[in-house]
């Protein structure tokens, strides 16, 4: 898979429902976040916690900002985030 490419980043309706019902700092601080997955989708990195997780369909990867998580996965050179929660809902 070729990695040094940029990659298009699209919201499910829900997830930018979820970022539109956070308070002004925690959606800047959850889009600066999800603006990093257009870079590197894989990689974590200062900054950005990224942890391979296991789908059924798709190799699915969570991204983890304060006490938000997102839930996405790659194909071609889209990233598709499909699930946006708060810590204490998810897990």
């Given at each position: 898979m070729v990695r040094?490419?940029?990659y298009d980043v699209k919201l499910h309706p829900k997830v930018m429902d979820f970022l539109d019902s956070l308070h002004?700092?925690?959606r800047d601080l959850c889009t600066t976040s999800l603006r990093t997955?257009?870079?590197?989708?894989?990689?974590?990195?200062?900054?950005t916690d990224?942890?391979?997780?296991q789908g059924?369909?798709?190799t699915l990867y969570r991204?983890?900002?304060?006490?938000?998580?997102?839930?996405y996965f790659v194909e071609?050179?889209?990233?598709?985030?499909?699930?946006?929660?708060?810590?204490?809902?998810?897990?």
């Amino acid at each position: 898979m070729v990695r040094n490419m940029a990659y298009d980043v699209k919201l499910h309706p829900k997830v930018m429902d979820f970022l539109d019902s956070l308070h002004a700092k925690d959606r800047d601080l959850c889009t600066t976040s999800l603006r990093t997955l257009k870079e590197n989708p894989f990689e974590p990195r200062p900054g950005t916690d990224i942890k391979k997780l296991q789908g059924k369909l798709h190799t699915l990867y969570r991204l983890r900002v304060g006490k938000c998580r997102f839930e996405y996965f790659v194909e071609a050179n889209i990233v598709w985030v499909t699930k946006a929660f708060r810590r204490e809902q998810g897990y």
